[in-house]
């Protein structure tokens, strides 16, 4: 069960169980068949959503660009604003 404020780690190409924040990207791997800049840009499939099979570019929240170590999250105070669903 995921409640809200989890920290939530999300392997290589497996489903994503809820909306996230995206706090940290590993570099891609040598086997990546996609560009990004390492550590800050992911791809997600949103087919599940909405239908789309294009990946879409999805960035790191800039307030945790540069941050390293198992606990950063701890230290990082902020305010998320988010626009409601469609339907």
């Known amino acids: ?34 560009d990004s800049e390492e550590g800050t840009t992911c791809y997600v499939e949103t087919k599940s959503l909405d239908g789309e099979t294009n990946l879409k570019l999805k960035n790191v929240i800039p307030i945790f660009l540069g941050v390293t170590g198992i606990s950063f999250p701890a230290d990082v105070i902020g305010k998320v604003e988010m626009e409601h669903p469609n339907n």
């Open 1 to 34: 069960e995921i409640l809200v404020g989890d920290y939530v780690r999300v392997q290589a190409r497996s489903l994503i169980p809820a909306d996230l924040l995206i706090v940290s990207v590993s570099p891609p791997s040598s086997n990546d068949s996609h």
